[in-house]
């Protein structure tokens, strides 16, 4: 598999609008492992998981094979961005003491991607992989109107991997010994333009764009208008997050 560049058209507003994770994951992935020297974070994005596992490990490496969306990310100490493909992370042999992969694994090649890891980790290293898939809005005309939009409207143009997102990951090949992980769930507490901004980073909303020529936001802004109240008003948005995470056989 090449790399397929999704995201750098859109990565600035992607550095914006994509949520961070829940302090409890990152809670439980200290206790992975006993040494906390250096953490690989491959396709990294604009560094949504970088920044909280900089608060973990003392090191992290975070790559992406899209120099616009590294570009987006924020420098912090500790945090060392790179351009860089999930086979060829540029890292020593044995080296890190956990990979992760957050909300991109069905993007990369599978084969090339875990021979990296297999090469780049310690001994008794981890691998923690996690996404979401659609949000659910906690008030029913909102649900249903997001719904819509995202099954609906923009359907046809998603790309065939997110139906392993869909999945929740579960039928995805994950040859390591596995482990059991919490049932964690994101949530947010939006702004209606927090909540636009971020279907704007869907992939299929870029697709639908670029095919029709034509912004598929505005109907469906107009329409979560309606229910919102003020534009500011705070309404909470929620993923369950879909966990796998192992050690080396």
């Known amino acids: 598999m090449t790399f397929r560049d999704l995201f750098s058209e859109r990565a600035k507003i992607y550095s914006q609008f994509r949520p961070e994770y829940p302090d409890e994951l990152f809670a439980w992935l200290r206790g992975l492992v006993q040494r906390?020297?250096?953490?690989?974070?491959?396709?990294?994005?604009?560094?949504?998981?970088?920044?909280?596992?900089?608060?973990?490990?003392?090191?992290?490496?975070?790559?992406?094979?899209?120099?616009?969306?590294?570009?987006?990310?924020?420098?912090?100490?500790?945090?060392?961005?790179?351009?860089?493909?999930?086979?060829?992370?540029?890292?020593?042999?044995?080296?890190?003491?956990?990979?992760?992969?957050?909300?991109?694994?069905?993007?990369?090649?599978?084969?090339?991607?875990?021979?990296?890891?297999?090469?780049?980790?310690?001994?008794?290293?981890?691998?923690?992989?996690?996404?979401?898939?659609?949000?659910?809005?906690?008030?029913?005309?909102?649900?249903?109107?997001v719904h819509a939009y995202n099954r609906g409207t923009i359907e046809d143009y998603w790309m065939p991997e997110r139906a392993i997102l869909l999945e929740r990951y579960a039928n995805v090949a994950f040859p390591f010994r596995e482990i059991e992980t919490p049932a964690l769930t994101l949530d947010r507490h939006w702004t209606l333009p927090e909540l636009v901004g971020y279907l704007r980073t869907w992939s299929a909303t870029a697709n639908y764009t670029k095919k029709t020529g034509t912004d598929p936001i505005p109907p469906v802004e107009t329409a979560l208008a309606k229910h919102w109240g003020e534009k500011e008003n705070r309404r909470l948005v929620r993923w369950p997050l879909h966990i796998r995470a192992g050690y080396l056989s």
């Open 36 to 145: 906390h020297d250096m953490v690989w974070d491959c396709a990294t994005g604009s560094g949504q998981a970088a920044k909280a596992l900089v608060e973990v490990f003392s090191r992290v490496v975070a790559t992406d094979a899209s120099a616009e969306q590294i570009a987006e990310a924020v420098p912090e100490p500790g945090i060392e961005y790179r351009v860089a493909t999930a086979s060829r992370s540029g890292l020593p042999d044995h080296s890190v003491n956990m990979v992760t992969v957050a909300q991109a694994l069905h993007w990369l090649d599978l084969n090339s991607f875990y021979a990296e890891v297999r090469r780049v980790l310690v001994p008794d290293g981890a691998i923690v992989i996690w996404g979401y898939g659609d949000p659910v809005m906690q008030a029913e005309p909102l649900e249903q109107i």
